[in-house]
């Protein structure tokens, strides 16, 4: 059984750092994408970034509005997905959940399995 499990989130001022962490556990992800996305209240659920192993080359990429403050990165001796986030902005508020999939790319319908979110608050 799959399961991932988002931990790191929590209460910061504009302009600090946090890191999520997603451990997945129930197979090896070695070859699936590993992602993150947000949903603020009210707001669809949106990409913030994907890691992902394509014809043995490591890629990653970032929805604009992150770009250049958030990186994502993996290990996968520990099966464990990171999102590091730097300069965070009042409008980074919004839980942030971690998904595997074959699939790659940005849409969050594509992804089969979710973690339960964690919330990341940025205060002004």
């Known amino acids: 059984q799959v399961q991932l499990v988002e931990s790191g989130g929590g209460l910061v001022q504009a302009g600090g750092s946090l890191r999520l962490s997603c451990a997945a556990s129930?197979?090896?992800?070695?070859?699936?994408?590993m992602a993150w996305f947000r949903q603020a209240p009210g707001k669809e659920r949106e990409f913030v970034a994907v890691?992902?192993?394509?014809?043995?080359?490591?890629?990653?990429s970032y929805a604009d509005s992150v770009k250049d403050r958030f990186t994502i990165s993996r290990d996968n001796a520990k099966n464990t997905v990171y999102l590091q986030m730097n300069s965070l902005k009042p409008e980074d508020t919004a839980v942030y959940y971690c998904?595997?999939?074959?699939?790659?790319?940005?849409?969050?319908?594509?992804?089969?399995?979710w973690g339960q979110g964690t919330q990341v608050t940025v205060s002004s």
């Open positions: 890691a992902a192993i394509s014809w043995s080359v490591y890629t990653t």
């Open positions: 998904a595997v999939d074959l699939y790659r790319g940005r849409d969050p319908t594509r992804y089969h399995y």
């Open positions: 129930g197979r090896t992800f070695s070859s699936y994408a």
